[in-house]
């Protein structure tokens, strides 16, 4: 049996994070945009497989940024 490897624990996979309805709910309300208007990640992307997202969830992506410390973007969840 393979080991499975943990791509959540990996140095170069920034963080993500699942949003709840509230917090998905301000993020589209500050940005004035809808689900439609932001890049999609599919559901079986390996970083966020954990997550066990579903279509229409919000993902936050937390990288590192030389200039600014941290980077945020926001990523919603469809089927492939």
């Given at each position: 049996m393979k080991k499975q490897f943990k791509t959540d624990k990996h140095s170069l996979?920034?963080?993500h994070?699942?949003?709840n309805e509230k917090e998905k709910q301000k993020i589209l309300e500050q940005y004035n945009?809808?689900?439609?208007g932001l890049p999609r990640i599919p559901k079986t992307d390996a970083a966020i497989v954990s997550?066990?997202?579903k279509p229409g969830d919000l993902?936050?992506?937390?990288?590192?940024?030389?200039t600014a410390n941290e980077s945020v973007f926001y990523r919603v969840v469809v089927n492939v």
């Open positions: 996979i920034p963080k994070l699942k949003l945009i809808s689900l439609n997550l066990n997202a993902i936050k992506i937390i990288r590192k940024s030389p």
